[in-house]
């Protein structure tokens, strides 16, 4: 039987670079990255199989770029949620943000739980922002609540406690570069890991579509034999 590409997750990288190469600001590729986002999700929600779909929007580490690029990135992320509202109900896409989302202003935390709540009864694809999402701060918040436990912790008892509990299937990253920094490292243990130079504005749901065709062909065999 061929996999089932049950959960992907993806780094949108290259949004910079894109604007960049066209002689525009660098928001402006954050501003269409944004349009691509609504792209795939619609298109997974149309998919059978899919899940779930975790897209790295804003990482713990992102706090470091220029402050001017920081607030579009927030503000844009209010318009989005508040605008795309419809096309999750539309199509049945429930939003679970996952990350520590007390660092952002108290009007963005509102628009963030008001989309959660109103697509709560959702129960199509299950579309995952990260959001001031880091994997390390995700274990270490999750160790933390742990830490009065008598008993031995188990890797279940950590995984009850990460924002997102689902195993990674595929972990696409865009952008050229060959690395995680810090997105779902506990959950992506056993994912098929994807690669393309592709900048984030420019990747299609036909290659995302090549890309699960690919994996259902991969042998997985999570640490075991044939
Ligand atoms: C990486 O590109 C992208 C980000 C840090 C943010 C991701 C944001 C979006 C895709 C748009 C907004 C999303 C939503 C859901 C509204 P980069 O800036 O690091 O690009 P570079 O590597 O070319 O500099």
């Given at each position: ?11 949108m ?13 660098r ?12 792209e ?18 804003f990482s713990t ?19 989005y ?17 996952i ?14 739980k ?7 009864h959702?129960d199509?694809l ?22 009065d ?6 890797a ?15 972990l ?23 690669f ?23 042998e997985?065999?999570f640490?075991?034999?044939?």
């Amino acid at each position: 039987m061929s996999n089932q590409a049950k959960h992907i997750a993806i780094i949108m990288d290259g949004n910079g670079r894109w604007a960049e190469l066209q002689g525009k600001k660098r928001v402006k590729g954050h501003e269409v990255g944004a349009k691509v986002v609504k792209e795939i999700t619609t298109y997974c929600s149309n998919t059978k199989d899919i899940e779930r779909l975790t897209l790295y929007a804003f990482s713990t580490e992102n706090w470091k770029r220029p402050r001017l690029e920081v607030e579009f990135l927030m503000k844009l992320l209010d318009t989005y949620l508040k605008n795309e509202l419809s096309v999750y109900l539309e199509n049945n896409v429930r939003f679970e943000p996952i990350g520590d989302i007390r660092a952002f202003s108290k009007s963005l935390q509102k628009t963030i739980k008001m989309v959660e709540e109103k697509t709560s009864h959702c129960d199509g694809l299950i579309q995952s922002l990260a959001l001031n999402y880091g994997s390390q701060d995700e274990i270490i918040r999750a160790i933390n609540t742990l830490k009065d436990t008598k008993d031995d912790i188990t890797a279940e008892m950590i995984s009850n406690q990460l924002d997102c509990k689902c195993d990674v299937d595929i972990l696409i990253r865009t952008g050229g570069d060959n690395r995680l920094s810090n997105f779902l490292l506990w959950q992506a243990a056993y994912a098929e890991l994807f690669f393309t130079d592709t900048l984030w504005p420019d990747f299609t749901t036909k290659e995302l579509e090549k890309i699960i065709k690919k994996f259902t062909k991969v042998e997985r065999r999570f640490g075991g034999l044939k």
